[in-house]
């Protein structure tokens, strides 16, 4: 694999060129099955050269996990232009996007990788959801979300990560179909939880106010907002 | 703790006695928090023979969570009786009830305990999942789901576990509204997913058709699903 004449990388290079090479094997099969002598072999460096960078596999698998975890929460900001549906919908193809480059490692950390239950793991889990569920709110312009709107977009974000998971395996729907229905998953989950609270269900209203009517999505938004909505005095 | 004069018990008697006080333990508090030596007094025992029974911590922990599995599985086992919607709100109740028991446990495991990521737990989560899914298959009547339906009664088996942790954590918004919200999420997911499938549509029409007209679900099913649907021709 190496060449004989090869440039010598500095540290920093040589770590972020490892933790490229690990991300790309961690995300094409499980991480169990990578070895740290493949990473070596894929990087063009021997094993304890590897092992001068990182203490061990795991401590390479949470760095690859920082970097596809700083990319996924990139997925989630996308211009704040145009109608929330539409906006939800770039972000779906974003994150869709994400999984399919990533579908065997993101399936593996989300059922249960090699580092599923540290704490660096679920932190980095976890500061993704809440990156989205910023984002999100930011699209929605609202500062402070009641409990029930906050408890509506978190379990939102889950029903994402989860649908996710369910069609990488065997992809048996057509992905953009999903990606649609996520969005259409929204205003549906959105408009049940206004159902229940008059202050929440006038707050959507407000939120997606000048929703221009670019089809289905705001078609469908409008008539189930209504639907959960008390008559019109 | 001990009496003194305290009947023996047999062999499986006891274990079942410590799995029973090992789960009311790690049910109340997170699981990492709970020791040997809490359990053994709990029992009224000597930590020794704990460890005649079980030979450490995340066994009795895995026994433990297998009897809380069979529990939470048996909640989604309600009678064949009433319309679909009072039967997922039945199933909901008792399903909190259970997550209101072991609410630490719950959360515990969900994100992150002891044991998890070991094949053991993974497989009884999916145990739990799989049992919830052939239940409310049945209840709908279907023998054999399609893609899209499987994947919307999946999703949503997820989304009230979601919706469970997040309510754990502040309990901000009433437990009764939750267990209504998600029935009617069910009937709104459903609904979003028929629009894109004509034939899952009319499976679901055809699984509600006789749904007696109790009140606000049903009402919002069959608004739903009319407004999921074709216009009628």
Chains 1, 2 share one sequence.
Do not use: C
Request: hydrophobic share 45%; proline share 5%; net charge negative.
């Amino acid at each position: 694999m190496t060449t004989g004449v090869r440039r010598r990388m500095g540290v920093d290079e040589r770590r972020q060129q490892l933790i490229g090479v690990a991300l790309e094997l961690f995300s094409r099969r499980s991480p169990d099955e990578v070895s740290i002598d493949e990473i070596a072999a894929a990087a063009g460096i021997s094993r304890p050269l590897v092992y001068h960078y990182f203490p061990g596999k795991l401590s390479l698998y949470e760095a690859a996990l920082q970097r596809a975890s700083d990319d996924l929460a990139e997925r989630f900001v996308v211009a704040a232009e145009g109608s929330l549906g539409s906006r939800l919908l770039r972000v779906m193809r974003r994150f869709f996007d994400f999984v399919d480059d990533h579908g065997p490692g993101f399936a593996a950390l989300m059922r249960g990788g090699p580092a599923v239950g540290s704490s660096t793991t679920n932190a980095l889990i976890d500061g993704v959801r809440q990156a989205a569920y910023v984002q999100i709110l930011s699209h929605m312009n609202i500062q402070n979300a009641p409990a029930r709107l906050e408890l509506m977009i978190r379990s939102w974000i889950s029903l994402v990560e989860s649908t996710a998971l369910l069609w990488l395996d065997g992809r048996r729907v057509p992905r953009a179909d999903l990606e649609r229905q996520l969005v259409h998953d929204f205003a549906a989950l959105a408009a049940v939880s206004a159902a229940y609270d008059e202050e929440l269900s006038d707050l959507l209203r407000e939120s997606l106010r000048g929703e221009p009517g670019d089809g289905p999505f705001s078609d469908l938004v409008v008539r189930l907002i209504a639907l959960a909505s008390p008559p019109a005095t």
